[in-house]
């Protein structure tokens, strides 16, 4: 099952409600890859959130 994982979270993203949003396009985009079989139910989330960034940029790292 990919896991992913979402580091450099800051506050704002949390409290933007932006979560929800992230979730779907990064589902979408692992069930998009033929190859790995992936449906909806084999995608989990894990979103630690750090204060300090306030960057925009944010990287994601799948794990299959």
Excluded at 12 to 21: K, N, V
Excluded at 28 to 48: H, I, R, T, Y
Aim: hydrophobic share 45%; with cysteine.
């Amino acid at each position: 099952m990919p896991h992913i994982v979402v580091t450099g979270l800051g506050k704002r993203e949390f409290d933007d409600d932006r979560i929800t949003g992230m979730e779907r396009v990064m589902a979408a985009a692992c069930m998009a890859v033929n190859q790995l079989g992936v449906m909806e139910k084999d995608v989990s989330f894990f979103f630690p959130s750090d204060p300090s960034i306030t960057s925009s940029e944010v990287p994601v790292i799948i794990f299959v």
